[in-house]
Each structure stands twice: as structure tokens, then as C-alpha cells.
């Protein structure tokens, strides 16, 4: 099985990379643009064994493309730029709803979860489940265009849940970092600046992470995550500290001009 699993690794990687798939590539990740040609090239290879690899679903009669496995994948693989070898393998099935769908939640877990109104069905953008699915919808990876870009981006968001949980099920925002790197001394600068972030919004300042971000550790990790991604210069800016964790662990640096 590993075998024949890493043979098809092996011959995806090593094909050449052509001038439609970068196009492609610039077509599905404004990001992209800003890369060096060789980071592009090993995306587009990266992507290609991502999307063979995973089980794609559309959900409630989505249609899946070639353009929406190309805008999935490689958003992943930018997140894992600097690890070639993680495709996150304990994720093997991408489901896919037109929109933000319908999820009905135990009124007992509803209240004492999100703190929300009382009530059985509401609409869920997205979730990651341990060694589960990772579900998205389509309407909301479309606004995470730069152009229409409050920071915000769905694949990212759940996707850094997949990395956070690599170590373990329980998602803790400390995803495995690289040896170079004190993880005891990141896991207390982090909840240092979570817990800052959550005073300051209390005492009536706004931060840029959301307030989903400051629900708990496991959110902050992935809504600074979107942030690292998507608007790095304003991360940096309002998280300095946040930004240069972040960095030790994503190593790329989204801070192009
Ligand atoms: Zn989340």
C-alpha cells in the first residue's frame, strides 16, 4: 500500500511542470503571484498529490472543478510551503457545500459552547474534524479574493486546524514546530498574547484578530493563521509578536513588498 503510494507520489512530483498549471496556480491563489518560480513549481507538484490523494464531495448537488480543487489545494500547500513532505494526511476527504450550510447542535451543547441564543439548526461556514472531513463551502473561499479581503479565508482557517490537531485530537493552538524552535517558550508567548488580545477587547480597544479568534486558543491559532495569510502586513502591524510566532512555525514570509 505504501509502496504503490508513494510510487504515485514519486511520478506526480516528478513530472514537469507546465505553463497552463502555473497559470492555474495564479488563477486560484493571488498569492502565488508573489512567489519565487521555484516555490510556484513545487505548489503546482504539492497540489497535484494533494487532489489525487483526498476524496473529493460536493455537497447539496455542488458540482466540484478542476478550478475548486486547484483553489483548495493549493491554499493548503502555501500553508505548507515550508514542510514538502505534510499533506496532511490524516485528512482524506474534502467536502464542499455550495454555501454556508445548515447543522442542527444540541440546544445543551449550543448555549454552552457559542453562548448563542437557544435553538436547534443554524448555518456553519465550515469545520475540521480529527482524522475526519474537512468541510468547506464554496461561497465562502470565494470572498477571500485579495481584492475583497477583510482578512478572512475559509481553507486557511481550517485547514491550520488540521495542523494544530497533527499532535494530537484536542486542537490547542500548538501545532508541532520545528526543532530550532522552544516550543515551550512559543506555547506561552502565544497564550500571552491571547489573553492580551482578549484584555484589551474587554477594557473597550479593538484588536484585529475577531472575536471568534478570542473564543478560545485552538481559534486564535486559526484566525491569526487567516490574518498570516491573508493581510500579513496588518498582523504585523497590530500582532507583532503574534506575527513573528507565527512566522517560526509557517517560516514563509507573507510580507512581500
Ligand atoms: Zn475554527
Sequence with gaps: ???????R????LGKEVSSDELQRLDQALWQATHLT????ERLVRWSRVFVAEKTWEGCNGLAITDAMRTCVASTAGLMVLAYPDWYFDKTATILIHPSPYKVRVDPKILSSTFNAEIGGEFHRAGETIYRGPVVLNWQDIQFAKKDSNDGHHLVIHEFAHQLDMINGPNADGLP??????????????MRE???MARD???QG???????????QESEFFAVASELY????????EYHPNVYKLLKQFYVTDMRFD
Excluded: C
Excluded at 176 to 189: K, S
Design 1 to 7: 500500500m505504501f509502496e504503490w503510494l508513494f510510487g
Design 9 to 12: 507520489r514519486k511520478r506526480l
Design 37 to 40: 518560480n521555484e516555490q510556484r
Design 176 to 189: 508541532p514546530l520545528p526543532g530550532n524552535v522552544d516550543e515551550e517558550g512559543w506555547r506561552i508567548a
Design 193 to 195: 498574547e491571547y489573553k
Design 200 to 202: 484589551m477587547v474587554s
Design 205 to 215: 480597544f479593538r484588536v484585529r484578530i475577531d472575536d471568534y479568534g478570542l473564543t
Design 229 to 236: 495569510f491573508q493581510v500579513p502586513h496588518e498582523l504585523a
